[in-house]
């Protein structure tokens, strides 16, 4: 399978979740492969998953741009990507986005049965990415709070 076909599924949830639950006008650019190594904007969250498919996903954006979504989440406002309440929403936000991803997944390939791991989030500028024996494309969801870089690996994906 293309690794294309495997991102495809996550920026779908990506983009279904950030317009039906914050009500963003999203839009996207192309999708590029992804180097061994990216640097982080600023506020990343991490989800894994393992099953048929063993990877990840990352959503990656700037702190400012987790702020204003973590705002748009709980009606709060926050002062700093490393609120407790900002960590918690981008955690909340990366197993929506997943969970919606793998059961598109898992119903039209069912013998795969992907399950989640627990989301971790990392704040900080300058956080260099490594993808280990993985592949992984990106694909940047533009919304009207700022940039989102939907990025997958999925171990053994050519």
């Known amino acids: 399978m293309e690794l294309s076909a495997q991102l495809a ?6 983009i279904k979740n950030l317009k039906d639950m914050l009500g963003f006008e999203v ?10 190594e990216f640097t982080s904007q600023g506020y ?5 998953f393992t099953g048929g498919w063993k990877g990840r996903l990352i959503l990656d954006m700037p702190g400012e741009t987790a702020i204003k979504m973590a705002s748009a989440m709980t009606g709060e406002p926050y002062s700093s990507a490393g609120d407790e309440e ?12 997943g969970g919606n991803a793998i059961t598109e997944i898992n119903n039209s390939q069912p013998g795969l049965q992907i399950r989640l791991t627990p989301p971790s ?10 993808n280990a024996r993985v592949n992984s494309s990106s694909l940047v969801v533009n919304t009207d709070v700022g940039p ?6 999925v ?3 050519q």
């Open 9 to 14: 599924p996550f920026v779908k949830a990506t």
């Open 27 to 36: 839009n996207t650019g192309g999708m590029e492969p992804e180097p061994d």
């Open 86 to 97: 900002v960590l918690l929403s981008g955690a909340e936000l990366g197993n929506i986005i």
């Open 44 to 48: 990343t969250v991490l989800v894994g």
């Open 148 to 153: 989102v870089k939907v990025n997958v690996a």
């Open 155 to 157: 171990e053994g994906a």
């Open 121 to 130: 989030v990392f704040t900080g500028m300058g956080m260099t990415m490594f």
